[in-house]
């Protein structure tokens, strides 16, 4: 395998992006991603740098595994949590190393940044596979159990 390539996403990445979000969400939740809706969420980070950005790891010019950042200030900590999401590494390249490689990627740039404190992500409880990814790249499950509330959503479940 040449050797991969991790840098942040630009705009030339946007349609690859979305097609990797709609594969994630089809293949760990059963979710059909409506495009008219995640093409402009996805545009959205681009152009509203505040929100977070992508990072993409590429081999021989093309992308095959990407993920995104999201912040979160934290007023007990006095800093920024970064958030991983969107997580997706095309089937053909999985378990050759390419998550890890964003993964110390991004840890780098959090050990650089006095601002940020930490790292965190949330996985389904059923995915158990990334799951052991994480704690093999020496993350911890946390002592905090994620709730939310959404409004209705546009989202298609496959059932």
């Known amino acids: 395998m040449a050797t991969p390539i991790i840098r942040r996403a630009t705009r030339d990445d ?10 994630m969400a089809l293949e760990t939740e059963d979710i059909s991603l409506d495009t008219s809706i995640l093409l402009p ?8 740098p505040e ?11 093309l992308v095959k595994a990407c993920l995104m950042i999201t912040y979160e200030w934290s007023d007990w900590r006095n800093g920024i949590f970064w958030w991983i ?6 089937k053909e390249y999985r378990k050759r190393g390419l998550y890890k490689l964003m993964y ?5 740039q959090i050990d ?3 601002e940020i404190i930490g790292l965190r992500l949330y996985v389904d409880d059923d995915n158990v596979k990334a799951q052991n990814v994480y704690t093999k790249l020496g993350m911890k499950k946390s002592n905090y159990q994620l709730f939310e509330y959404t409004k209705p959503k546009t989202i298609v479940l496959n059932t």
């Open 14 to 23: 946007i349609l690859t992006i979305v097609g990797f979000n709609q594969a």
């Open 41 to 48: 969420g996805v545009e959205a980070i681009f152009e509203n």
């Open 51 to 61: 929100h977070g950005f992508y990072i993409v790891c590429e081999i021989e010019g």
């Open 85 to 90: 999401q969107s997580v997706f590494v095309k």
């Open 104 to 108: 110390e990627f991004i840890k780098t």
């Open 112 to 114: 650089k940044d006095s």
